[in-house]
Nanobody, 125 residues
Framework: QVQLVESGGGLVQTGGSLRLSCAAS????????MAWFRQAPGKEREFVAA???????YYADFVRGRFTISRDDVKNTVALEMNSLKPEDTAVYYC???????????????????WGQGTQVTVSS
């Protein structure tokens, strides 16, 4: 069983930066993909960024060029560096881990087998 714990959220002004971290433990060798999703109040959970085994990176159009996903296999962590933050980036950010080898449907929450508890990101205008 894989456990995921997110950290690094907080309150930041428009244009600011935050770095989220997801610490993974347990059966991490069984995971092939790691991703960040976010969920704003009253909205569905939406894909933000993913990294798959082999190094493939995927980003949602609305964060491309602003957010960067990275992975540290030694520390078993996945980070999301967020720059040029906007008020519409306000949401709870979740880390997900997938056991699927294929990258198909990487942007679908149903593709992920494990989730963290989430960390709140609030961007003030």
């Amino acid at each position: 069983q894989v456990q995921l714990v997110e950290s690094g959220g907080g309150l930041v002004q428009t244009g600011g930066s935050l770095r989220l971290s997801c610490a993974a433990s347990g059966g991490t060798r069984s995971t092939n993909g790691m991703a960040w999703f976010r969920q704003a109040p009253g909205k569905e959970r939406e894909f933000v960024a993913a990294m798959w085994s082999g190094g493939s990176l995927y980003y949602a159009d609305f964060v491309r060029g602003r957010f960067t996903i990275s992975r540290d296999d030694v520390k078993n962590t996945v980070a999301l560096e967020m720059n040029s933050l906007k008020p519409e980036d306000t949401a709870v950010y979740y880390c997900g881990a997938s056991r699927h080898y294929s990258v198909l449907f990487y942007n679908s929450a149903s593709r992920y087998d494990y989730w963290g508890q989430g960390t709140q990101v609030t961007v003030s205008s």
